[in-house]
């Protein structure tokens, strides 16, 4: 297993600014990948990223929106740009385990005002 | 195209009496399938995972589920409830090594004692 730790763990914010994301592994992984989780709602993939190339983003999530980088296999970040209430959810980063499980992060739980 | 359908979002049982959460799955190809929890304030666990090995698959804390691909269910049971059973439950479908993941809506388990 992986042990995952994400930063900030909630943050308040503006509209109309930036947010980014830490996500920090124990351990070397090829694969990362991040959810939304928007109140009362399941988990929805933003993107995968490995490390070594760009991120792949899942249908209705643009690169804009949410940049993301990995520059190693321990660690990445996901922003959030240009905020608006909509935007308001628990962001959650995973690692793929051996066999196709994941392992998820405790998530950061965005508001914004 | 895939999709997940958890037929009950939420549950109640008594604590001591059986568990039984309905998933159904829709795919164009033969998919891995996941079960995951969420305890309120925690990250998600794994439950236990089909890869298309034995269809009777077991899971950590008394949890199992079974695969059947004629009703393209994979419903997840546990014979005895406890009160630390109460959670959200998420089934899980992949079409192979990190593609294609959606997650079912949940189903929200409560146990009464």
């Known amino acids: 297993s992986a042990v995952i730790s994400q930063k900030p763990s909630r943050d308040i914010c503006q509209r109309g600014t930036s947010l980014t994301i830490q996500c920090q592994v124990d351990s070397q992984v090829t694969m990362m990948f991040w959810y939304r989780q928007q109140p009362g709602q399941s988990l929805t993939l933003i993107a995968t990223a490995n490390q070594g190339s760009e991120a792949t983003y899942e249908s209705g999530f643009v690169i804009d929106k949410f940049p993301i980088s990995r520059p190693n296999l321990t660690f990445s970040t996901l922003t959030v740009s240009n905020m608006s209430p909509e935007d308001s959810s628990i962001y959650l980063c995973s690692v793929g385990g051996l066999s196709e499980e994941q392992y998820f992060g405790p998530g950061t739980r965005l508001t914004v005002t | 195209a895939q999709s997940v359908t958890q037929l009950d979002s939420h549950v109640s049982v008594s604590e001591g009496t059986p568990v039984l959460l309905r998933c159904n799955y829709s795919s164009s190809y033969s998919p891995s399938l996941f079960w995951y929890v969420q305890h309120p304030n925690k990250g998600l666990q794994l439950l236990l995972k089909?890869?298309?090995?034995?269809?009777l698959v077991k899971g950590i804390n008394g949890f199992e589920a079974e695969f059947k691909k004629s009703e393209t269910s994979f419903h997840l049971t546990k014979p005895s409830a406890h009160m630390s059973d109460a959670a959200e439950y998420f089934c899980?479908?992949?079409?192979?090594?990190?593609?294609?993941?959606?997650f079912g809506p949940g189903t929200s388990l409560s146990v009464i004692p």
């Open positions: 899980v479908v992949m079409k192979t090594s990190y593609d294609k993941v959606i």
């Open positions: 089909y890869t298309s090995a034995a269809t």
